[in-house]
């Protein structure tokens, strides 16, 4: 039951803030498929507003390590965890939850469907953003990531926390 509880509060908070950055979407331009990204980069409009690679590995990280956190607090403290099987397992199992609520309902569902995410001077490319093989390929990458992330909780939460 905790698991459901969990993972639910954590695709409130995953939602709303894929609602905040909705507001400024030339910030997550890398999250959109290549072509789109490439026409961006061609707009006047956008050009010193593109985020560059090198900021984009820096939000990546530090939205990593905030990850990290929060999930070896939640399942240390509140699940009460101690070692890194039970930390490792439980998010991993948390964190595939979140990525197909991410790739199915906030990418398939809303990002792909919503003008609100569409570029001026992109309107065109319609295929591109119901291009819904990108975001599952984007979510198995999640996966792979979810692996080094969640061994990093059962780390902490066997030898620090």
């Not at 890194?84 to 964190?95: H, L, Q, S, V």
């Not at 995410?117 to 984007?138: A, L, Q, R």
Request: net charge positive; with cysteine; aromatic share 14%.
């Amino acid at each position: 039951m905790i698991i459901a509880v969990e993972s639910i509060i954590l695709c409130i908070l995953f939602t709303v803030m894929v609602y905040i950055m909705s507001k400024n979407p030339i910030a997550t331009l890398y999250n959109y498929p290549p072509k789109i990204q490439k026409r961006v980069k061609t707009i006047p409009e956008y050009k010193d507003k593109i985020p560059t690679p090198k900021n984009k590995f820096l939000v990546k990280s530090i939205a990593s390590i905030v990850i990290v956190i929060i999930i070896s607090l939640i399942l240390r403290y509140i699940n009460g965890y101690t070692t890194f099987i039970e930390g490792f397992g439980y998010g991993f199992i948390i964190w595939t939850i979140v990525n197909i609520y991410d790739a199915l309902i906030i990418d398939i569902c809303w990002f792909c469907q919503d003008s609100k995410f569409v570029f001026k001077g992109t309107e065109d490319m319609t295929k591109e953003y119901h291009n819904y093989w990108f975001h599952i390929k984007e979510s198995l990458k999640g996966e792979v990531i979810a692996l080094i992330v969640c061994a990093l909780v059962g780390l902490i939460i066997q030898y620090i926390l």
